[in-house]
């Protein structure tokens, strides 16, 4: 779940004079150009959730859920990526390099991802897997503005945002798709996914149109049925990603370089 929620991101002050006449869709796409063209870089995705079961018309609110997913990329390494986040109180830490990955889950010696890990292992590095799966097209694409300016830190950044709910269209696509991934292993279970609240913005840098920060928040229905039984998900979802583009060090320890060579 957590990958479909890291799969859910998208897109926020006064235009700079160098870019005067750029829309708020091409300083977007010129932000993915610079990730894309990044020797390295780190991301953190912070985020909360709260989960309410819904049944025969009682609603079971379950405690927070907070998580915290680094990913770490080095393509001067060979594609060599790194994702570390805590799974069921374990820290789970997979690592890529190419087409092979390498997984350790907690204590558990290091090994190759299967069931649910090998369905996120495939697109693990991939920053841009939403994107090419499910683009934007004339019928699902979110009205982008430019919001104005704001200062992260020492840093001024051009701040750009998804007017009202116009996101939640391709939000929904793109959550579909990632649910439908998810439960590939469970064809007896069919989803719907109905996305009734989205909203994105992106700080970039004012200089460079550099990726430094994204909010996404979100409210959504998942209905899951099972012969004449129906489970209905609601999700509310707050989440944070920031990015480093300076140099960074994977490590890759011995065990994992035996699976990652073994076929």
């Not at 991101?9 to 091409?26: E, G, K």
């Not at 709260?50 to 390494?77: C, N």
């Not at 805590?86 to 190419?98: A, H, S």
Request: glycine share 6%; aromatic share 6%; proline share 4%.
């Amino acid at each position: 779940m957590e990958k479909i929620l890291v799969c859910l991101i998208a897109v926020f002050l006064s235009i700079p004079v160098m870019s005067a006449d750029l829309t708020a869709r091409q300083m977007l796409d010129k932000a993915s150009e610079f990730v894309a063209s990044a020797p390295s870089l780190l991301r953190t995705d912070v985020g909360e959730k709260i989960v309410t079961l819904i049944k025969d018309g009682t609603r079971e609110v379950q405690p927070v859920q907070k998580s915290e997913i680094t990913i770490e990329i080095d393509l001067s390494a060979g594609s060599l990526a790194r994702q570390t986040t805590v799974f069921d109180g374990k820290t789970l830490i997979m690592i890529r390099q190419g087409e092979s990955t390498a997984m350790k889950l907690g204590d558990e010696p290091w090994q190759k991802p299967t069931g649910p890990f090998e369905v996120a292992a495939k697109d693990m590095g991939n920053l841009f897997i939403c994107e090419k799966l499910v683009p934007e097209t004339d019928n699902n694409a979110p009205k982008w503005i430019i919001a104005g300016t704001e200062m992260l830190g020492s840093i001024e950044t051009v701040l750009i945002e998804s007017e009202g709910n116009s996101a939640a269209p391709i939000a929904e696509e793109r959550m579909a798709l990632g649910i439908k991934k998810a439960y590939a292993a469970n064809p007896a279970i069919s989803t719907e996914v109905k996305v009734l609240e989205y909203k994105s913005k992106h700080w970039l840098g004012k200089s460079d149109f550099s990726r430094l920060k994204v909010a996404q928040n979100f409210k959504s229905l998942l209905t899951l049925t099972m012969e004449d039984k129906k489970q209905v998900i609601e999700t509310v979802s707050n989440s944070v990603s920031t990015y480093f583009y300076g140099k960074v060090k994977i490590e890759i320890p011995i065990e994992a370089q035996s699976i990652l060579k073994s076929k």
